[in-house]
């Protein structure tokens, strides 16, 4: 049997038909592609946290079910005590254990543009995924597409993220209420990017049965251990955590985030000083003549490009060293746009002066 005939066997038609998901080579590049938090913790911070684990087993299994992580997670989110918390290895797992809990063949439904993780591992499920364009002015939930394609489809699981990935921002809080309950199934309501949106819904888990939160420490300034968290009613997490892997949180990312979170009055310090960034970027932005900045809740900007120039420009930017995300390849509202992580002052000015230059040099 040739390698051909092997994988055309062995793998199912829907993994065959999908794409990896890529990630630049950022290696020698002013990093902005990718949502994180450039800070660096304190040198106080950091010999603390080195301290704290000389105490971590590692010839031991970690606590399967994390309980002292879970507790301070808990406790920073003022999570009333009759709802549970299901942690996982990123939110990419979480949201993977979702889809991998309905029945074959399910239809899941998100607006589009969304994070692309939805779309991609349902589709490697082979689900049944749907995708509702938002409006072209703002990227608002179109209320009344959501309710047709809700009531026409019936979707057992349905993504809003709050703010969303890569628009920005905040749905109209109204029409995500319309959509839960009129969802026939869960809602998950995505808040990767809560730290910089003093937005949330935690405060209507106890309004729906149906509703689950989903957050990540990825954002905040933790995003190399790799943990993602979901709350919601008991019995729900209840059916994730049948299907959730044991000890899928390892006792450093355990030991780590509990720590980081513990003494969190750094990161909130650092959250500051990115959403002041964030203004100071948005503002330059508007100044550029063919430029067009989205107003962002997140840690990143969506800006438009002239017509079809998106991708001149990301290598014209790429060629003086900063490394940006090219959205162009998405399509639709996305075809002339670009998206940029905030970073520290030093790299937003090598950013602003790398896409002043890259214009110019284009004659644009």
């Not at 794409?19 to 938090?37: P, R, S």
């Not at 809080?173 to 969802?183: E, F, L, S």
Request: net charge negative; glycine share 6%; proline share 6%.
């Amino acid at each position: 049997m040739n390698n051909s005939t092997l994988i055309s066997t062995v793998f199912r038609k829907e993994v065959l038909a999908m794409a990896a998901y890529k990630v630049a080579n950022a290696q020698g590049y002013i990093k902005l592609d990718a949502m994180e938090n450039p800070y660096s913790w304190p040198e106080e911070i950091q010999n603390q946290w080195l301290e704290h684990l000389k105490d971590c087993q590692l010839n031991r299994y970690p606590d399967p079910e994390a309980v002292q992580l879970v507790n301070t997670i808990r406790a920073i989110n003022q999570l009333p005590e009759q709802f549970d918390i299901l942690l996982g290895n990123g939110s990419d797992e979480i949201i993977q254990l979702l889809l991998m809990a309905l029945p074959q063949g399910a239809s899941v439904l998100a607006p589009v543009p969304g994070f692309v993780m939805y779309k991609q591992i349902s589709d490697c499920l082979g689900l049944n995924y749907i995708s509702v364009p938002v409006l072209a002015d703002g990227f608002d939930l179109d209320l009344p597409a959501m309710l047709s394609a809700i009531a026409k489809a019936q979707p057992l699981l349905i993504f809003l993220a709050y703010p969303n990935n890569p628009t920005s921002n905040l749905f109209s809080a109204d029409a995500m209420h319309q959509v839960i309950k009129a969802a026939p199934g869960l809602v998950v309501v995505d808040e990767a990017y809560a730290p910089f949106a003093n937005a949330s819904f935690i405060d209507q888990l106890g309004q729906y049965d149906n509703l689950l939160i989903m957050r990540t420490v990825s954002k905040l300034g933790l995003a190399g251990l790799r943990l993602g968290y979901v709350m919601g009613q008991p019995a729900l997490i209840e059916q994730l955590n049948k299907i959730r892997l044991p000890y899928n949180i390892n006792c450093l990312t355990q030991m780590t985030a509990d720590f980081a979170l513990v003494n969190r009055a750094f990161f909130t310090e650092q959250t500051e000083k990115i959403c002041a960034q964030r203004a100071y970027v948005f503002n330059e932005l508007q100044q550029m003549e063919g430029i067009l900045p989205y107003p962002s809740a997140a840690n990143f900007i969506l800006f438009k490009v002239p017509h079809n120039k998106a991708t001149d420009i990301f290598l014209a930017i790429k060629q003086q060293g900063v490394l940006i995300k090219n959205m162009a390849g998405q399509g639709g509202l996305l075809s002339d746009c670009l998206r940029v992580t905030i970073g520290k002052p030093d790299e937003n000015k090598a950013f602003l002066s790398a896409l002043r230059h890259g214009l110019a040099e284009l004659n644009l």
